[in-house]
């Protein structure tokens, strides 16, 4: 296959929907040498901050000198994105050369009466082969959904687990409670591994320090009440904190919202604990460059000048929250629109109520997806927190109608669905 034949593969495996469980992606991992075995990861579990936290982590390695992957998901704007190795996406051509491969395995499996693969976990098997023949030397892996029993916990040892902030989403899936949905995160905790915790309510950390004590594992959770936050605007932040023993000044950061100070630290505690407990020499210097060249996108990201244009993919309670916090920080006062469309397996009403009451005009489009709740629905929900609402089925066309109908001193802000803000970003970076 080429790399066009081998995404139209992959895609095709949507069909078999989400599947949570480990003997479909053991038996393919089997097949292919057990890759996974071979590498020394960081596994990262959470509702919100587990992609920027995976890539602050990686950040820093990388200019601590080590070869690190990054796994992530969805992807934004191209498929490699998902599967990238000291900040390079994989090539097409090892997309094309793996997939082949894995197809092949996987038509082995079937016949073997194993069921098919879903789509996530013929990518996590890719990442897995691929950061294998990279000889990788840590792998920065976010789990795609829960973790218990998520493809990626496939995994029988990691350096360490970490656990972002937990909030309600995919209840359908994981369940209503957030103590349900933290007991499915607090799967990827190891027997006599450590943990590392981001600090939330207490009925999520209780949840994840009885799994600690069934599992003998360490237990450590990161506070955030002694940040001093310097400057904070839409361009950068700068902080001092004191992470695990260690005190640290003026750290500067990129990505924006009181959250990112958050999971930066987080990040910096995971390195604190690997240099501590696993030997790595990073010095100050080489901690501070790596944050502050961190990047990732769609997380109150501004793409645009005049007017400003900012995409976030603030799909949930927790986010919508970081979202309306960064918006009353830094655009008090100004007049804000909203470009949104989201997925109807969300928790829509919840975030409508939180981002809606910050926005003077609204224009709601559908996402490319199926599980798209329809742009006209979402403007009648709408309708009942603001007047000046439009409906625009097409991304393309929303994108331009809001582009024409802003003054040069507006706010335009985007959010609702990864699925949607990728398209938005390469719409916006065109024109």
């Not at 919840?350 to 009451?357: A, R, T």
Request: aromatic letters at 8%; a negative charge; hydrophobic letters at 35%.
């Amino acid at each position: 296959m080429n790399y066009e034949e081998s995404l139209k593969y992959i895609e095709e495996t949507h069909k078999f929907g989400v599947r949570l469980g480990l003997d479909n992606i053991g038996k393919l991992l089997e097949l292919l040498g057990n890759p996974q075995e071979k590498l020394n990861i960081i596994h990262v579990a959470g509702t919100n901050g587990k992609g920027s936290t995976c890539s602050f982590i990686s950040s820093v390695l990388k200019e601590a000198g080590y070869k690190v992957g990054l796994y992530t998901s969805p992807f934004l704007e191209t498929f490699t994105e998902r599967i990238r190795v000291n900040g390079e996406n994989v090539p097409e051509e090892d997309v094309a050369r793996i997939v082949t491969l894995i197809k092949e395995k996987i038509e082995q499996m079937v016949s073997e009466g194993y069921s098919y693969p879903t789509e996530f976990e013929i990518v996590t098997a890719m990442a897995f082969y691929y950061y294998s023949e990279q000889k990788t030397d840590y792998v920065a892996l976010e789990v795609g959904m829960g973790g218990r029993y998520d493809a990626t916990n496939i995994i029988n040892k990691s350096e360490v687990s970490v656990i972002t902030s937990i909030s309600l989403d995919h209840i359908g899936i994981l369940g209503d409670t957030v103590e349900k949905i933290a007991y499915e995160k607090g799967g990827i905790i190891k027997e006599n591994g450590t943990v590392i915790v981001y600090d939330q309510s207490d009925a999520v950390k209780n949840v994840i320090k009885n799994i600690c004590k069934d599992k003998n594992a360490k237990y450590i959770e990161v506070k955030f009440d002694n940040i001093e936050i310097k400057q904070s605007d839409i361009y950068s932040q700068t902080y001092d904190c004191k992470v695990i023993k260690k005190e640290y000044k003026d750290l500067e950061i990129k990505l924006i919202g009181d959250h990112q100070i958050n999971n930066s630290m987080l990040a910096l505690s995971v390195i604190e604990y690997l240099k501590e407990n696993k030997n790595l020499n990073i010095s100050e210097e080489t901690i501070k460059k790596g944050l502050i060249n961190t990047r990732w996108p769609g997380r109150i990201e501004k793409i645009k000048e005049n007017p400003v244009f900012i995409i976030d993919g603030a799909h949930n309670e927790d986010g919508a929250r970081s979202l309306a916090k960064a918006i009353k920080k830094n655009f008090e006062g100004k007049k804000l629109t909203l470009l949104i469309g989201m997925l109807e397996d969300k928790d829509i009403e919840g975030v409508l109520e939180i981002l809606i009451p910050n926005f003077n005009k609204v224009i709601t489009t559908t996402p490319d997806n199926t599980r798209a709740i329809s742009c006209e629905v979402l403007k009648e929900k709408i309708s009942k927190y603001v007047d000046n609402v439009v409906a625009k089925p097409q991304i393309e066309e929303a994108v331009k109608y809001t582009l024409e109908n802003a003054c040069e001193e507006d706010i335009i802000i985007s959010a609702g669905s990864l699925y949607m803000i990728g398209t938005v970003r390469t719409l916006v970076n065109a024109k």
